[in-house]
């Protein structure tokens, strides 16, 4: 009996696999050999080519490689009755949904650049909500890089629209017991199992939201080319060029050669954030930039006396998840010092009482620390002095407090850029019950927060190749970003300084925590 099974989880030498039909359970005999092969998944792949052919085959180069529109047209002004209250006061979310509203850019993409805590995902849902409110015949496909953002942006509409409006689109590989109770009255999910509905029930759906791969079974409804009027691409930094086109090509398919793309194209994200995910090095020079980092380099897109065309773009700039301090060296790098913070303070409340800490009103901890790093037998490193020093001082934690709160584990996390670190981490915290608190890798951590971070660099060699040193993929800029824009509140760097000052972007950090009396070389 030959049977298709999937991975569902890979854990240290164990590989767990799950049936797509419950009776090859009751058919096998644990007591005979079974012989597994596997065999890579080519989906996305032949989506891609999909997509080729589609770009090719209706001369789609001006969509992606797009010029201003010298025909400039006034915008009508916009007097909206806003769904989030937070909107009213940030002029940069307000100037990017009246802009989509009206269509400002097509048929070009609209960029919504937002760094991180600026509110990107409260903006897209808002011009959602508003091109609801304002043209109720037109629909709307809303496509993200995973299931995760995909389902965030689900709840938050369902929260806000009518359920009837909203359909969550899901792939077979999807198994039900994932999907969020919320989600799952307005998905295609009958009776544990995904089903696509038939052309006639589908188009009622005024919004569409799925992951950009499965958004081509669109394809075999036959739509007419212009039933969305507007397409979504929400963390268009974190997927491939190809896959981005996907929803594109698609309402392009049924095109004339010529005639001008009907639907207004939004995308949303942060260059400065991680990147596709390109595993095959011969391959990362071809499929390493996203849709929007490359969209960005075009004309529209570019700044012009230091400013962006709001027609094309809008750069969102109010922080609203982080201390001041916190932003400063990702907004000094990355964002040209554009960044503003809007959270209100708390910080003091949570280190007050420490005593051993040199700045006790800073929101920053740069804990030097000379440990040593220790290759597994997986290649894995880990810094055992480091894990030590981080379960010593989250336990201090956990008898502090956020304003009149008590701190709970679940605001408390830990990202390291190694697996190995992690695992032992989890392990260390295990033994004193704080099972809760998240621990991962930066991939992990891209798109949440938490009021306190924790930050395990491990790194206490210096490579050199061709003469210049180096400190690995703990190097990497857009891994760097991440990792130290997670905390809302608190933000405690664990690490060897003379390492990690090898690198600019470290070294930007950690002159700016010694500069204010933040960097403790004796932390237990």
């Given at each position: 009996?030959?049977?298709?099974?999937?991975?569902?989880?890979?854990?240290?030498?164990?590989?767990?696999?799950?049936?797509?039909?419950?009776?090859?359970?009751?058919?096998?005999?644990?007591?005979?050999?079974?012989?597994?092969?596997?065999?890579?998944?080519?989906?996305?792949?032949?989506?891609?080519?999909?997509?080729?052919?589609?770009?090719?085959?209706?001369?789609?180069?001006?969509?992606?490689?797009?010029?201003?529109?010298?025909?400039?047209?006034?915008?009508?002004?916009?007097?909206?009755?806003?769904?989030?209250?937070?909107?009213?006061?940030?002029?940069?979310?307000?100037?990017?949904?009246?802009?989509?509203?009206?269509?400002?850019?097509?048929?070009?993409?609209?960029?919504?650049?937002?760094?991180?805590?600026?509110?990107?995902?409260?903006?897209?849902?808002?011009?959602?909500?508003?091109?609801?409110?304002?043209?109720?015949?037109?629909?709307?496909?809303?496509?993200?890089?995973?299931?995760?953002?995909?389902?965030?942006?689900?709840?938050?509409?369902?929260?806000?629209?009518?359920?009837?409006?909203?359909?969550?689109?899901?792939?077979?590989?999807?198994?039900?017991?994932?999907?969020?109770?919320?989600?799952?009255?307005?998905?295609?999910?009958?009776?544990?199992?995904?089903?696509?509905?038939?052309?006639?029930?589908?188009?009622?759906?005024?919004?569409?939201?799925?992951?950009?791969?499965?958004?081509?079974?669109?394809?075999?409804?036959?739509?007419?080319?212009?039933?969305?009027?507007?397409?979504?691409?929400?963390?268009?930094?974190?997927?491939?060029?190809?896959?981005?086109?996907?929803?594109?090509?698609?309402?392009?398919?049924?095109?004339?050669?010529?005639?001008?793309?009907?639907?207004?194209?939004?995308?949303?994200?942060?260059?400065?954030?991680?990147?596709?995910?390109?595993?095959?090095?011969?391959?990362?020079?071809?499929?390493?930039?996203s849709l929007l980092e490359r969209l960005m380099e075009c004309e529209p897109y570019q700044k012009v006396n230091n400013k962006y065309n709001s027609r094309y773009i809008?750069?969102?700039?109010?922080?609203?998840?982080?201390?001041?301090?916190?932003?400063?060296?990702?907004?000094k790098l990355f964002y040209d010092g554009e960044l503003l913070c809007c959270k209100k303070s708390d910080t003091g409340c949570i280190t007050s009482k420490w005593k051993?800490?040199?700045?006790?009103?800073?929101?920053?901890?740069?804990?030097?620390?000379?440990?040593?790093?220790?290759?597994?037998?997986?290649?894995?490193?880990?810094?055992?002095?480091?894990?030590?020093?981080?379960?010593?001082?989250?336990?201090?934690?956990?008898?502090?407090?956020?304003?009149?709160?008590?701190?709970?584990?679940?605001?408390?996390?830990?990202?390291?850029?190694?697996?190995?670190?992690?695992?032992?981490?989890?392990?260390?915290?295990?033994?004193?019950?704080?099972?809760?608190?998240?621990?991962?890798?930066?991939?992990?951590?891209?798109?949440?927060?938490?009021?306190?971070?924790?930050?395990?660099?491990?790194?206490?060699?210096?490579?050199?190749?061709?003469?210049?040193?180096?400190?690995?993929?703990?190097?990497?800029?857009?891994?760097?970003?991440?990792?130290?824009?997670?905390?809302?509140?608190?933000?405690?760097?664990?690490?060897?300084?003379?390492?990690?000052?090898?690198?600019?972007?470290?070294?930007?950090?950690?002159?700016?925590?010694?500069?204010?009396?933040?960097?403790?070389?004796?932390?237990?």
């Amino acid at each position: 009996m030959i049977q298709l099974l999937e991975i569902m989880e890979i854990t240290k030498q164990k590989v767990y696999l799950s049936p797509f039909n419950e009776s090859f359970l009751t058919k096998f005999d644990t007591g005979n050999n079974v012989d597994v092969h596997f065999f890579a998944a080519n989906w996305s792949l032949r989506c891609c080519h999909y997509v080729l052919h589609i770009m090719f085959k209706y001369n789609l180069v001006d969509l992606i490689y797009p010029k201003i529109d010298t025909n400039f047209r006034t915008l009508p002004k916009s007097d909206l009755d806003w769904i989030h209250k937070s909107v009213i006061e940030n002029p940069e979310q307000k100037t990017a949904v009246c802009n989509i509203l009206n269509n400002s850019a097509q048929p070009a993409p609209y960029i919504i650049f937002g760094p991180p805590g600026t509110g990107k995902t409260t903006t897209l849902i808002e011009a959602v909500c508003q091109i609801r409110k304002q043209y109720r015949s037109k629909n709307i496909l809303i496509c993200a890089s995973s299931n995760a953002a995909a389902d965030e942006i689900a709840k938050r509409l369902l929260h806000l629209l009518p359920h009837k409006d909203v359909f969550r689109m899901y792939a077979p590989s999807q198994h039900w017991k994932y999907i969020d109770e919320k989600i799952n009255p307005s998905s295609n999910f009958v009776d544990e199992k995904v089903i696509y509905l038939p052309k006639e029930i589908f188009i009622l759906k005024k919004i569409v939201i799925t992951t950009l791969v499965t958004c081509i079974r669109l394809v075999m409804l036959n739509l007419q080319h212009d039933h969305f009027s507007y397409i979504f691409i929400d963390e268009a930094s974190q997927s491939t060029e190809l896959e981005s086109l996907i929803p594109l090509a698609i309402v392009n398919s049924k095109n004339e050669i010529g005639e001008k793309l009907h639907a207004q194209i939004v995308i949303a994200g942060d260059p400065h954030q991680l990147g596709p995910i390109v595993r095959c090095t011969k391959i990362k020079h071809l499929f390493g930039k996203s849709l929007l980092e490359r969209l960005m380099e075009c004309e529209p897109y570019q700044k012009v006396n230091n400013k962006y065309n709001s027609r094309y773009i809008t750069k969102l700039i109010r922080n609203y998840r982080s201390e001041k301090a916190i932003l400063y060296a990702s907004n000094k790098l990355f964002y040209d010092g554009e960044l503003l913070c809007c959270k209100k303070s708390d910080t003091g409340c949570i280190t007050s009482k420490w005593k051993l800490l040199s700045n006790r009103t800073f929101p920053i901890i740069f804990f030097e620390v000379i440990g040593h790093e220790i290759r597994a037998p997986n290649m894995s490193v880990y810094n055992e002095k480091e894990i030590a020093i981080i379960t010593e001082w989250i336990k201090k934690l956990m008898s502090s407090k956020i304003g009149n709160r008590k701190i709970q584990q679940n605001d408390i996390g830990v990202v390291t850029p190694f697996k190995k670190q992690k695992v032992m981490i989890e392990e260390s915290l295990s033994k004193h019950k704080l099972n809760k608190i998240t621990v991962g890798t930066v991939e992990t951590f891209q798109g949440q927060e938490r009021e306190i971070m924790f930050v395990s660099t491990v790194r206490s060699k210096v490579f050199k190749d061709n003469d210049k040193e180096h400190i690995g993929f703990l190097s990497h800029p857009r891994r760097f970003n991440v990792a130290i824009t997670r905390a809302k509140s608190l933000l405690i760097i664990v690490g060897n300084p003379s390492v990690l000052c090898k690198d600019k972007h470290w070294n930007t950090l950690w002159k700016y925590c010694k500069a204010n009396n933040a960097c403790n070389t004796e932390p237990m």
